[in-house]
Nanobody, 120 residues
């Protein structure tokens, strides 16, 4: 059982920057990947970025070069630095984590979400 709590959302102007954070707590052993999804109004939830415990990262094509995901394994915390934000990126951003249990199953956990509003 893992609990994820996001913070850092808010209002930012187009072209501005915002940094999101997510802290994992509970039974946090064997957490593999962590990352971020987002869901804009009227759209499907989409993957934004992921990072493994070894530090390998992947980004959605739309955010490459503008967003940076980072992680502190000791603190079980993940951040998302978002630069040059666009109005269409206004969404609820969700932290997620993948945990490997004793049988090798992958368990998926989601945070409650944090609202990012991009508007002038």
């Amino acid at each position: 059982q893992v609990q994820l709590v996001e913070s850092g959302g808010g209002l930012v102007q187009p072209g501005g920057s915002l940094r999101l954070s997510c802290a994992a707590s509970g039974s946090i052993f064997s957490i593999d990947a962590m990352g971020w999804y987002r869901q804009a109004p009227g759209k499907q939830r989409e993957l934004v970025a992921t990072i493994t415990s070894g530090g390998s990262t992947n980004y959605a094509d739309s955010v490459k070069g503008r967003f940076t995901i980072s992680r502190d394994n000791a603190k079980n915390t993940v951040w998302l630095q978002m630069n040059s934000l666009k109005p269409e990126e206004m969404a609820v951003y969700y932290c997620y984590a993948v945990q490997i249990n004793g049988m090798g199953d992958r368990l998926h956990y989601w945070g409650q979400g944090t609202q990012v509003t991009v508007s002038s």
